[in-house]
């Protein structure tokens, strides 16, 4: 069984440490810029490698870690259902024409074909959003659908 604690590091951000079910230990450290850094820990607590990663990019692996980018053959079943759907992060701009919109007015769904299915606003996980959501400048849309449908997506929440 793994164990996660996590602290605050002000002025940098967050801490998460995890002790694996193999008593292998790693450190992520999430700065307030978005910046990751992530260590994995030898038996005196002291880092044996560490990798630094962008906002992006460390997105982009939490797909794959979470299953999302990529499943294993053990859910195959589960693959043939879901095939060619993505999940995606897009971040509003201060120039974004959805911001101060409620999520029922942009009728994302049948415009898009894309469904939000979270939002990252600051330091909060918003799940499933309300349609009384408000966009604010800042937010970052998660979103799920067909990859060639993102950019209709893009042309909505974008400035031309």
């Not at 759907?85 to 999520?103: A, H, T, V, Y």
């Not at 408000?134 to 929440?157: H, M, S, Y």
């Amino acid at each position: 069984m793994s164990f996660f604690s996590e602290s605050d590091l002000p002025g940098i951000g967050k801490k998460i440490s995890c002790t694996t079910h193999s008593k292998e230990k790693v450190v992520l450290i999430i700065h307030h810029d978005g910046k990751r850094e992530f260590y994995i820990m030898d038996n005196d607590g002291d880092p044996q490698a560490s990798v630094t990663l962008l906002d992006e990019e460390a997105r982009r692996l939490g797909g794959f870690l979470s299953g999302v980018m990529f499943k294993p053959k053990s859910v195959e079943n589960l693959e043939v259902a879901l095939e060619g759907i993505r999940i995606d992060w897009f971040k509003l701009d201060k120039e974004s024409p959805i911001i101060g919109q409620r999520l029922a007015s942009l009728e994302l769904r049948k415009k898009t074909q894309v469904s939000i299915i979270a939002i990252l606003q600051d330091d909060i996980f918003i799940p499933n959003p309300s349609s009384d959501y408000v966009f604010r400048e800042g937010d970052t849309c998660v979103v799920i659908g067909k990859p060639e449908r993102f950019k209709d997506f893009l042309a909505l929440i974008r400035k031309n």
